[in-house]
């Protein structure tokens, strides 16, 4: 049986991982220092956490369910205990692109990261259709990267990839610098900040008189349909008008030079600012 040692088991994420490893083929020891994340453990799980030594001892899995401005201590931190060959996992690629797992060339090191359920999707259970993290009830597609270790490894690493972040349709294999242009670059630097601006579009057209239900029912409505087009979900084309208001629009809105966010200078800075 493959034995795994995950790190912040109580956490926000570990959580997660700690409910969802449960009926799955491994061991896996908790590792949580807050008394608040012990106690959710215990209380909903059924799950006694073990101290760093006791769940290192002998495992062949190391996963950091940890924020990731702590992931390079808690790696450093127990970096002389890790037997050679052992699989070292992480739930996001900014510490790793950043530099801040230790330098141990014979160690395994796997990330991966969940897509989360998608926008369109065939979802009819309710409990699914309200999953808009994943990992509990809708289905969703995952990316995963080898950032070094033998090529054998990477199925291990899938395997447990699956059970994190399940129930799973896609799993997607890219590199650990692909995986950072898709977060921060793609979906936070770019998404998030474009859907913040139209949150703050919608407010806008409230303050001058829209009713805000009316406004979001709008908003939302055409998103769907206008996504639906342009990431080809279904056949369709825009009318002359909108297309006219695209062109006046997208040079109003953004800058020439806007896609220098996913220049890997660029990428590398995000990403240090966040670990």
């Known amino acids: 049986m493959t034995v795994i040692a995950l790190f912040g088991a109580g956490g926000k994420m570990g959580y997660r991982l700690s409910k969802n490893f449960q009926g799955s083929r491994f061991e896996v020891r908790h590792v949580e220092v807050s008394d608040v994340g012990k106690a959710r453990l215990k209380d909903d799980l059924g799950i006694t956490a073990h101290s760093a030594d006791k769940a290192l001892d002998g495992a062949d899995v190391v996963i950091l369910a940890v924020p990731d401005t702590m992931i390079g201590k808690v ?22 692109f950043a530099g801040h797992l230790p330098e141990r060339p014979d160690l395994t090191y796997f990330v991966t990261h969940p ?14 259709k309200r999953d808009f993290f994943g990992g509990v009830a809708a289905k969703q597609h995952i990316v995963s990267a080898l950032m070094q270790g033998p090529e054998e490894a990477y199925g291990l690493g899938e395997e ?5 972040w399940a129930p799973i349709m896609r799993s997607h294999r890219v590199t650990v610098e692909q995986m950072a242009l898709l977060e921060p670059g793609l979906s936070e630097t770019v998404c998030a900040s474009l859907l913040v601006v139209m949150r703050e579009a919608m407010d806008e057209v409230v303050k001058k008189g829209v009713p805000k239900e009316a406004a979001r029912d709008f908003l939302l409505g055409h998103m ?40 890997m200078d660029e990428i590398a800075a995000s990403i240090q600012r966040i670990t």
Request: hydrophobic content about 50%; charged content about 25%; some cysteine.
């Open 75 to 96: 790696a450093t931190g127990i970096n002389d205990k890790l037997k050679a060959g052992t699989m070292v996992v992480a739930l996001d690629a900014a510490a790793p």
């Open 115 to 128: 897509c989360h359920p998608p926008i369109f999707n065939d979802e009819t259970d309710m409990a699914a």
């Open 160 to 164: 447990i990839a699956k059970v994190i």
């Open 224 to 263: 769907n349909v206008l996504g639906a087009v342009i990431f080809e979900e279904t056949p369709g084309v825009f009318s002359d008008a909108c297309n006219k208001a695209i062109e006046f629009g997208k040079p109003v809105l953004m800058r020439d030079d806007w896609k220098r966010v996913f220049d």
